[in-house]
């Protein structure tokens, strides 16, 4: 049994992910084409994740890896982007828990998609 994901989200839509850490998701064209896995345990959460995410993405400046691949990529283009995410319900927040449940929620999402697809989301690098 799979991770659960919450419903899509468009990205127009995004300021209303949640500000706590978790996994996200994010798709292009289709909620089921998805270009990037990534995760965050920082203090502004998904939310403040996709927002570099979404700078990078647009301007191709550092600050998310995935973004700046993003921007190579499709040149920029958000259009169309989805973004799903995974919350650590019921896992304790203290970091020396958290942050491994994090980190293996993550690779166990990125490994489905490699069992799926043979390869990785597109703007992931490992």
Avoid at 13 to 21: C, N, S
Wanted: net charge neutral; proline share 6%; hydrophobic share 35%.
């Amino acid at each position: 049994m799979g991770l659960h994901l919450s419903e899509p989200v468009y990205w127009e839509e995004r300021t209303g992910l949640p500000q706590q850490a978790g996994i996200y998701v994010i798709a292009k064209g289709d909620p089921s084409n998805t270009v990037y896995i990534g995760r965050t345990w920082g203090t502004k959460g998904i939310r403040g994740r996709i927002r570099q995410f979404n700078r990078s993405a647009l301007t191709g400046q550092k600050g998310h890896a995935g973004g700046v691949t993003f921007h190579g990529l499709f040149d920029g283009d958000t259009t169309g982007l989805f973004v799903s995410v995974h919350l650590p319900n019921g896992i304790d927040l203290k970091p020396e828990i958290l942050h491994p449940y994090i980190a293996y929620a993550e690779r166990r999402l990125i490994w489905e998609h490699v069992e799926a697809h043979r390869g990785l989301p597109v703007c992931n690098s490992e």
